[in-house]
């Protein structure tokens, strides 16, 4: 059983594709199972459209191109 604060924030995660409105470019956000959604902005990998997606949960990480 994780026990360090990095442990369970690593197990209290998980990714999800988004899609660029405007361009199209699909990406991955890290999204938080624990906290609050909040309408945070980023700009799309792509093109730099500011999007603001909806989400289910806080983001944590992102985006990422999926060809990493």
Do not use: W
């Not at 609050?36 to 944590?60: D, F, M, Q, T, Y």
């Amino acid at each position: 059983m994780p026990g360090t604060d990095s442990e369970l924030r690593r197990i209290s995660q998980y990714s999800l594709e988004i899609e660029c409105p405007q361009c199209g470019e699909k990406m991955i956000l890290h999204i938080g199972l624990m906290g609050e959604p909040k309408s945070s902005s980023l700009a799309c990998i792509g093109c730099r459209n500011e999007i603001v997606p909806v989400v289910p949960g806080p983001i944590v990480g992102g985006p990422f191109s999926l060809d990493n």
